[in-house]
């Protein structure tokens, strides 16, 4: 990807967090990232090929923290490691975890967009497979493992970032608080 694309995607951070989804322009973009009002449209077509290339580089940043965390030979601390790097992501890009999994906005039939997704996926996946085989929720889906730990992680860190939960806690504790929970859900969905 050239140099003036990926600055059209990260001016897509600002013009989010200024306008909302909603208030994204070719036209806008093109301004932010101190271009022609027609290079959005030069790069990506029209608007949903520049959100489909913008959710694709979010999850495609997803997926190397989850990657990066099966890395880790210790399960407990891969999991922990990986929803630590969901949230910090969470933090640092607020306005591409803000669209994320707004699937309204792109062209769903990109085939790298997928690519993207499953990454993180099936690094979550194997790292469930991996735990299981070594003794951990032996007698539980592992399907319904990474529905539960990733929907935990993804709920928590949404409802902190949105508000509800930073409100009762520190704001600035997100990633200590988080790792406390999702310990607490290994421990119980232990057998």
Same mark, same amino acid.
């Given at each position: 990807?050239?140099?003036?694309?990926?600055?059209?995607?990260?001016?897509?951070?600002?013009?989010?967090?200024?306008?909302?989804?909603?208030?994204?322009?070719?036209?806008?973009?093109?301004?932010?990232?101190?271009?022609?009002?027609?290079?959005?449209?030069?790069?990506?077509?029209?608007?949903?090929?520049?959100?489909?290339?913008?959710?694709?580089?979010?999850?495609? /940043?997803?997926?190397? %923290?989850?990657? @990066?965390?099966?890395?880790?030979? !210790?399960?407990?601390? *891969?999991?922990?490691? =990986?929803? $630590?790097?969901?949230?910090?992501?969470?933090?640092?890009?607020?306005?591409?975890?803000?669209?994320?999994?707004?699937?309204?906005?792109?062209?769903?039939?990109?085939?790298?967009?997928?690519? /993207?997704?499953?990454? %993180?996926?099936? @690094?979550?996946?194997?790292?469930? !497979?991996?735990?299981? *085989?070594?003794?951990? =929720?032996? $007698?539980?889906?592992?399907?319904?493992?990474?529905?539960?730990?990733?929907?935990?992680?993804?709920?928590?860190?949404?409802?902190?970032?949105?508000?509800?939960?930073?409100?009762?806690?520190?704001?600035?504790?997100?990633?200590?608080?988080?790792?406390?929970?999702?310990? !607490?859900?290994?421990? *119980?969905?232990?057998?």
């Amino acid at each position: 990807m050239s140099t003036t694309a990926e600055n059209l995607l990260d001016a897509m951070d600002q013009v989010i967090a200024t306008h909302g989804p909603s208030g994204v322009t070719l036209r806008r973009v093109g301004a932010e990232a101190g271009l022609s009002h027609t290079a959005a449209a030069h790069y990506y077509g029209d608007k949903p090929g520049l959100f489909t290339a913008y959710i694709t580089r979010a999850f495609n /940043a997803v997926a190397d %923290g989850m990657e @990066a965390a099966l890395l880790i030979e !210790d399960n407990r601390n *891969a999991f922990l490691q =990986a929803a $630590s790097s969901y949230a910090e992501f969470a933090l640092e890009q607020p306005s591409q975890f803000n669209v994320m999994n707004r699937l309204e906005l792109v062209r769903v039939d990109t085939p790298e967009l997928w690519a /993207a997704r499953e990454r %993180g996926f099936f @690094a979550l996946a194997a790292l469930i !497979d991996r735990s299981q *085989a070594e003794g951990w =929720a032996v $007698s539980r889906d592992g399907l319904d493992l990474a529905a539960t730990t990733w929907g935990l992680v993804h709920g928590f860190v949404d409802l902190w970032v949105g508000g509800p939960l930073a409100a009762p806690y520190d704001p600035a504790e997100l990633v200590p608080t988080l790792l406390r929970v999702v310990e !607490d859900l290994l421990d *119980a969905l232990d057998d």
